[in-house]
Nanobody, 120 residues
């Protein structure tokens, strides 16, 4: 019900834009977020946005470099000044919670993930 696109291989300092198409019914009624998981590590929060887009949350590690945005059916993540430590599988997710939740357990729907690899 959620499908990510836009991952790939990029050099450090470069940019990528991830998109997530939501076929969840009334997708615009859900908060939405991006998470990532590097090999051998737990899935971690990256960014989130509230239903109407007025509220956003960012992990400290990406603040000032990544920007989350949404329209009616698409969630986006603009990633600038990429670093090798940004390498991970990136997942989009949808939550019924209010605001822009940061906890992975508060998300009900998940995409399959898209690989982002940043070379030094």
């Amino acid at each position: 019900q959620l499908a990510e696109s836009g991952g790939g291989l990029e050099q450090a300092g470069g940019s990528l834009r991830l998109s997530c198409a939501g076929s969840v019914e009334r997708y615009n009624m859900y908060a939405a977020g991006w998470f990532r998981q590097a090999p051998g590590k737990d899935r971690e929060f990256v960014a989130a946005i509230s239903r109407g887009g007025a509220t956003t949350s960012y992990a400290d590690s990406v603040k000032g470099r990544f920007t989350i945005s949404r329209d009616a059916n698409t969630l986006s993540l603009q990633m600038n000044s990429l670093k090798p430590e940004d390498t991970a599988v990136y997942y989009c997710a949808a939550s019924l919670e209010l605001g822009a939740p940061v906890d992975v357990s508060r998300y009900r729907y998940w995409g399959q993930g898209t690989q982002v690899t940043i070379s030094s």
